[in-house]
Nanobody
Framework: QVTLVDTGGGSVQAGRSLRLSCAAS????????MAWFRRAPGKEREGVAA???????????YYTDSVKGRFTISQDNAKNTVYLQMNNLKHEDTAMYYC?????????????????????WGRGTQVTGSS
């Protein structure tokens, strides 16, 4: 079993930055993907960024179009932690952000995992970009 604790959310003015952290504990060895999703009020949960941690690595991270060039996903294997650096935040980035992990290999998920591919989730951290 894997437990994820996602932290780092807050309320910031548009244009500022936040860094989300996702600390994993438990049996993480078979994790293939780590990803961040978000759900804005009245909208479906969407994939924001994902990083492939399985196989031989070397694959580019995935980003949804609206965050490309502003958000960066990274990992610290020694700490079993994944980060989401969010720069130049916009009001439309306001959402609950969730960290997640998937056991499914890249051959099964394609360029990114969907919500159905993810086996475990953090409880979420709220990000608010004020205009």
């Amino acid at each position: 079993q894997v437990t994820l604790v996602d932290t780092g959310g807050g309320s910031v003015q548009a244009g500022r930055s936040l860094r989300l952290s996702c600390a994993a504990s438990g049996y993480v060895d078979y994790t293939q993907w780590m990803a961040w999703f978000r759900r804005a009020p009245g909208k479906e949960r969407e994939g924001v960024a994902a990083i492939y941690t399985g196989g031989e690595g070397g694959h580019p991270a995935y980003y949804t179009d609206s965050v490309k060039g502003r958000f960066t996903i990274s990992q610290d294997n020694a700490k079993n932690t994944v980060y989401l650096q969010m720069n130049n935040l916009k009001h439309e980035d306001t959402a609950m952000y969730y960290c997640s992990g998937s056991y499914r290999p890249r051959e099964a998920t394609g360029e990114r995992p969907t919500t159905g591919d993810c086996a475990y989730w953090g409880r979420g951290t709220q990000v608010t970009g004020s205009s």
